[in-house]
């Protein structure tokens, strides 16, 4: 079969698209646990405080820090890692400061994502991009 | 068992009644994120501690799901208020469901 240039343009678009969407295909997946942890609901920001570096030269160990007065819970997520999900922090009664610090895996520069909910049901969100020198998986 | 699992932890000795305290713990385990390849290509099945815990007389101070994104030797640190004297409880739960814990006592006066 002889392609015609209309079909050779309709097929390369084709391509086109699917590249563009070859990226939010991955960050979808962070979208989607983040949906499943906030149940659908509205995402404020403002509350919630999340400390990374800017740049991070071994991806091995990342520090990264959150601080959420009044929230019961913390998820974060790296939308770059094969596994988006890095942790969950649930706090108790005598957490006054309802943060934390920790270090971290990153594949690759990406965003990491920290997702809060406050004691009064609602939800805060933070994100943080951070570069990646090293990576951290494989090896 | 993973080998050589040595938790390390550091807590004041004492506090006044209400005090904020920060407390920062540190266990050894080399947290195989089940992504890794050895020598041969075969993959490195996935190792890690996968909750931490920790308690004050009973009551919970801190309890996180840990997912293979942390790092080598985890390492925590937070604050946690304390109402008397008594004990924190810190515990680590293995995937292969070993269970590393450790206490310290802090006086309050």
Redesign the interface.
Known sequence: MKLTRREILAVGTGAGVASLFGMPALASATDDLIAAFTGGAEVGSGALALTAPEIAENGNTVPIEISAPGAVAVTVFADGNPVPAVATFNFGPLNPSRGASTRIRLAKSQNVIAVAKMEDGSFQRAEAAVKVTIGGCGG | MAKGVKPRVKVPKSASAGD?ITIKTLISHKME?G???DSDGNQIPRSIINRFVA??NG??????????????N??????????ESGEFKFTWYDDDGSVYETSKTIEVN
Request: glycine residues 0%.
């Open positions: 904020t994120s992504q890794r390849k308690d004050f009551q919970n101070v801190i309890d996180v799901t840990l997912e293979p994104a942390i790092s080598t985890p390492y925590f640190q937070f604050d946690a208020t304390v109402p």
